[in-house]
T-cell receptor
Framework: EDQVTQSPEALRLQEGESSSLNCSYT??????LFWYRQDPGKGPEFLFT???AGEEKEKERLKATLTKKESFLHITAPKPEDSATYLC?????????????FGKGTLLTVNP | NAGVTQTPKFQVLKTGQSMTLQCAQD?????MYWYRQDPGMGLRLIYY???????DKGEVPNGYNVSRLNKREFSLRLESAAPSQTSVYFC????????????????FGAGSRLTVL
């Protein structure tokens, strides 16, 4: 059974204080690892897909990295508008091609 | 530029009542999904439709039925609502992304908040 564990559950940062969110996963074969952002009262919004260990992707102040067991979402010099819940999900390469397993998310709060 | 549209946004039901959540996408995606999101539980897949004419159970299908009406529309029905079905429901869709090796990038709707008393 695929599993995704995100840590910490909640993270509070000061504006400009860089940090990282962790996503540990267990999957028999990885088709893709996904990061989403979710604002209160809204649906998740796609950020990145990572396919293989060693891959990195960047978008503005966010950088996602992937190893064989975990992914990190690095936030550099965050701003208050980066406050949101960040979700990690994995898609198995076998069985159903459509099922994503989500973690419970990390609630990030960036104070001005 | 609507993406995925869900209705209603809010609904309150009494135990035993029935209702249907509607979902439509305008991105010409083949696959559509229904998830529920509960505090401390994360997003869990209820049902999905890989393509028009097919539906399959996800992790938590009990108490729900779905209909893939056409390529655009995928509805979720609660035949006899129970308090355990109080949740936020998200519809999503996905299409093939070139070079993605079949990885499914989901586009989500804004959610439907359902309360069952």
């Amino acid at each position: 059974e695929d599993q995704v564990t995100q840590s910490p559950e909640a993270l509070r940062l000061q504006e400009g204080e860089s940090s990282s969110l962790n996503c540990s996963y267990t999957v028999s074969g990885l088709r893709g690892l996904f990061w989403y952002r979710q604002d209160p009262g809204k649906g998740p919004e796609f950020l990145f897909t990572l396919y293989s260990a060693g891959e990195e992707k960047e978008k503005e102040r966010l950088k996602a990295t992937l190893t064989k067991k975990e992914s990190f979402l690095h936030i550099t010099a965050p701003k208050p508008e980066d406050s949101a819940t960040y979700l990690c999900a994995v898609q198995n390469s076998g069985g159903s091609n459509y099922k994503l397993t989500f973690g419970k998310g990390t609630l990030l709060t960036v104070n001005p | 530029n609507a993406g995925v549209t869900q209705t209603p946004k809010f609904q309150v039901l009494k135990t035993g009542q029935s209702m249907t959540l509607q979902c439509a996408q305008d991105m010409n995606h083949n696959s559509m999904y229904w998830y529920r999101q509960d505090p401390g539980m994360g997003l869990r897949l209820i049902y999905y439709s890989a393509s028009e004419g097919t539906t399959d159970k996800g992790e938590v299908p009990n108490g729900y039925n779905v209909s893939r009406l056409n390529k655009r529309e995928f509805s979720l029905r609660l035949e006899s609502a129970a308090p355990s079905q109080t949740s936020v429901y998200f519809c999503a869709s996905s299409g093939q992304v070139p070079g993605s090796s079949g990885a499914n990038v989901l586009t989500f709707g804004a959610g439907s908040r359902l309360t069952v008393l």
